[in-house]
């Protein structure tokens, strides 16, 4: 066992005494210098991005994004625009009463609707004389006529 111990802290102390004293520098290489040409702005490509895509931030947002208008020069005729505006009629909407919902255990709710004089049994998604039932709730309803307008109508 002491031997082993011996050894041991001579490996030890050869290390220190190597790290105290040194090592010799390692002689230095001579590198070849390599002439780089000088580029001129002349001789650069120009980049200009096409920024004409949907921005992945406004996935979910339903504004639409403005236009850029083309850049401006020499020979370049910027055209004025036209802006219509497109006036929709008021929609005259039915008389609709909602008298109450049927429902059966596993299955989805069916609304008596009463549009006119006329009853009318939907279950959501179900349409009867332009009118489409969105939304079933247990005191109200929520209707879309001919796909423009949405109202809320309550158990009379």
């Not at 590198?31 to 996935?59: G, I, S």
Request: charged share 30%; with cysteine; proline share 9%.
């Amino acid at each position: 066992m002491l031997p082993l111990v011996l050894l041991i802290w001579g490996f030890i102390g050869y290390r220190i005494y190597a790290g105290i004293k040194g090592e010799e520098p390692a002689p230095r290489r001579r590198v070849a210098r390599v002439e780089v040409a000088k580029v001129t702005p002349e001789d650069t490509l120009r980049y200009q991005p096409l920024l004409h895509y949907p921005d992945p931030f406004l996935k979910n947002n339903k504004k639409k994004r403005t236009e850029v208008p083309p850049a401006k020069g020499p020979g370049v005729k910027n055209k004025a625009k036209v802006k219509t505006k497109v006036v929709l009629k008021p929609l005259r909407w039915p008389a609709v009463a909602y008298k109450g919902q049927l429902e059966k255990k596993g299955a989805h709710p069916l609304c008596i609707l009463e549009i006119g004089n006329s009853l009318y049994f939907l279950k959501k998604g179900e349409q009867a004389q332009s009118l489409k039932l969105l939304s079933v709730y247990p005191d109200s309803v929520k209707v879309e006529y001919k796909k423009r307008e949405k109202k809320t109508i309550v158990r009379s």
